[in-house]
T-cell receptor, first 115, second 113 residues
Framework: KAGVTQTPRYLIKTRGQQVTLSCSPISGHRSVSWYQQTPGQGLQFLFEYFSETQRNKGNFPGRFSGRQFSNSRSEMNVSTLELGDSALYLC??????????????FGPGTRLTVL | DQQVKQNSPSLSVQEGRISILNCDYTNSMFDYFLWYKKYPAEGPTFLISISSIKDKNEDGRFTVFLNKSAKHLSLHIVPSQPGDSAVYFCAASGAGANSKLTFGKGITLSVRP
């Protein structure tokens, strides 16, 4: 069974640009969550999508948005990039989503560098 | 406001000895706790979890202890192996508005051969 895949693995952008990251969950998983990992802050929850609907949201500005498609694939978009957005962005999938305390499986992440 | 705290950023232990990783939380609505392990260039992998109705859960060399009154949990690794060297994240969740996973900042464990 294929794991969670994220594309691209590495990305370099400049301030003010926008970026779209993609996540393909494990087959059959309907929940996708996104996290930002930075050295000083650890893993911070961005949002969770379940059956194409955003079900949970963390404390990030509106520049961070996401969506989920009917095949459960998810995309995350960050507009008007800032230097502080440089981080590892992790996607995790699970069967039933966070409300059922299902185990989450993480992808390898996308390393975003903003110059 | 850090609701899940891993106050020690790093821990170094000798191979074969016990590793004890600590985690504290402040939100009394958390009722499910997890530990994840992360190697460089990989995503975190689930290690072990515990529900608030228990005070101990064991899986092979890994045991998690939960002290609800102290809002404290710990991960014990016995015996520690060099392959255990990684970053360990403690995470917690609850019901409803607390259902998202809240992670600590992680602790880097180094097991010396």
């Amino acid at each position: 069974k294929a794991g969670v895949t994220q594309t691209p693995r590495y990305l370099i952008k400049t301030r003010g640009q926008q970026v779209t990251l993609s996540c393909s969950p494990i087959s059959g998983h309907r929940s996708v969550s996104w996290y930002q990992q930075t050295p000083g802050q650890g893993l911070q929850f961005l949002f969770e999508y379940f059956s194409e609907t955003q079900r949970n949201k963390g404390n990030f500005p509106g520049r961070f948005s996401g969506r989920q498609f009917s095949n459960s694939r998810s995309e995350m978009n960050v507009s008007t990039l800032e230097l502080g957005d440089s981080a590892l962005y992790l996607c995790a999938s699970s069967l039933g989503g966070l409300v059922k305390n299902n185990e989450q499986f993480f992808g390898p992440g996308t390393r975003l560098t903003v110059l | 406001d850090q609701q899940v705290k891993q106050n020690s950023p790093s821990l170094s232990v000798q191979e074969g000895r016990i590793s004890i990783l600590n985690c504290d939380y402040t939100n009394s609505m958390f009722d499910y706790f997890l530990w994840y392990k992360k190697y460089p260039a990989e995503g975190p992998t689930f290690l072990i979890s515990i529900s608030s109705i228990k005070d101990k859960n064991e899986d092979g060399r890994f045991t998690v202890f939960l002290n609800k009154s102290a809002k404290h949990l710990s991960l014990h690794i016995v015996p520690s192996q060099p392959g255990d060297s990684a970053v360990y994240f403690c995470a917690a969740s609850g019901a409803g508005a607390n259902s998202k996973l809240t992670f600590g900042k992680g602790i880097t464990l180094s097991v010396r051969p």
